[in-house]
């Protein structure tokens, strides 16, 4: 029987060469949130799509809020603006929260030029 692979929900570039992938396991603590944001702040750690989804899902853009707020990777002084930001971060990495919708690069990029 062949194993299932983890759906990657994130990941970051430490420890180098490989890097470490995130799962759910790993997103469920609000300290390991709070250090992807702080590395995904200075481009060294990515969510993806479907991370985005299941951090909206678990935590809500108020609770995604309070995390970044010692992080500062959104707005940490403006509730809106940083909600505004963590919507857009998602839509931009695949996953609209509006509509509850992941997209596809083929989808993103008609949607860019149209």
Known sequence: MTALKPI???WDSSPEP???VLGATELRDERAV???FAR???FRAQV???GWRFLIDRYGIVGLIEINREIG???PDD???AAAEILRTARVAGYDATRGELATLAERV?????
Do not use: P, V, Y
């Not at 008609?110 to 149209?114: L, T, V």
């Open 73 to 75: 990777w959104f707005d």
């Open 48 to 50: 993806t799509a479907r």
């Open 18 to 20: 490989m890097g470490t």
């Open 8 to 10: 990657i929900l994130g």
């Open 40 to 42: 995904a702040a200075t």
């Open 34 to 36: 709070a250090r992807l």
């Open 79 to 81: 509730d809106a603006a």
């Open 110 to 114: 008609s949607e860019d030029e149209g």
